[in-house]
């Protein structure tokens, strides 16, 4: 068993160097390997800590592409940048383009802005009337779920016991003890930096928020 998996079962009070219910293989081991897969894939997607660049050259007449990543899943895109042109791409949207110019398919010559089309696609204005160009994007994404105890665990050190907490939360939850669930469960927002509690004030709201300016802006 990985460290993870060890201080969960030590949480729960199992013997780590002779389990006796938590065997390697067993229904319950795979539970427990479970509900830390889910912890770290909901960390990465709530805290976007995990990130990877990936490398995309640009073709002849063509806006959209496929991001085929070979492990994980794209979460979101925070840069983009145009290698060849040295310059960074702005962030924009299909319904910003559409007020921008309703033609803008129709648009050719250096990319200047990028948008994400759902998960594992992007587009980009005006596209290339030639190869050449590349973008060298940087992505948070989603790590694939580990399947054995030697494979390696895609999450940040500051987040583990944030993972270990979320597991034990839903082990208790999965046996009826809804006290030690909840307790468990304010451990893991406690490590995560989630806030739980009532803001102080109206003056001081929280939420989350992309500082980024979606480009082109609207002409009318």
């Keep these: 068993m990985n460290t993870l998996e060890t201080h969960v079962l030590e949480l729960i009070g199992e013997d780590t160097a002779n389990p006796d219910v938590f065997s390697e293989g067993s229904d319950d081991m795979d539970q427990i390997r479970a509900s830390i897969n889910d912890a770290i894939q909901e960390i990465s997607m709530l805290t976007g800590a995990y990130k990877q660049t990936y490398i995309l050259p640009l073709r002849e007449d063509r806006s959209f592409y496929r991001i085929g990543l070979t492990r994980g899943e794209v979460a979101w895109i925070t840069d983009a940048w145009l290698t060849v042109q040295n310059r960074r791409l702005e962030q924009t949207d299909l319904t910003r383009l559409n007020e921008f110019n309703p033609r803008w398919l129709f648009n050719t010559g250096t990319p200047e802005a990028y948008f994400p089309i759902g998960t594992n696609w992007i587009g980009f204005w005006p596209y290339p009337v030639s190869d050449g160009s590349i973008v060298e994007l940087t992505m948070c994404v989603i790590p694939d779920r580990y399947e054995e105890d030697t494979d390696r665990v895609k999450l940040r050190n500051d987040f583990h016991w944030a993972a270990v907490h979320l597991a034990v939360s839903e082990f208790w939850a999965s046996r009826g003890d809804a006290k030690s669930a909840n307790r468990e469960l304010e451990k893991y927002l406690e490590w995560l930096g989630i806030q ?5 004030s ?6 989350y928020r992309s500082s980024k300016a979606p480009w082109p802006k609207g002409t009318g």
């Design 196 to 200: 739980t509690g009532y803001q102080s």
């Design 202 to 207: 109206n003056e001081s709201p929280t939420y």
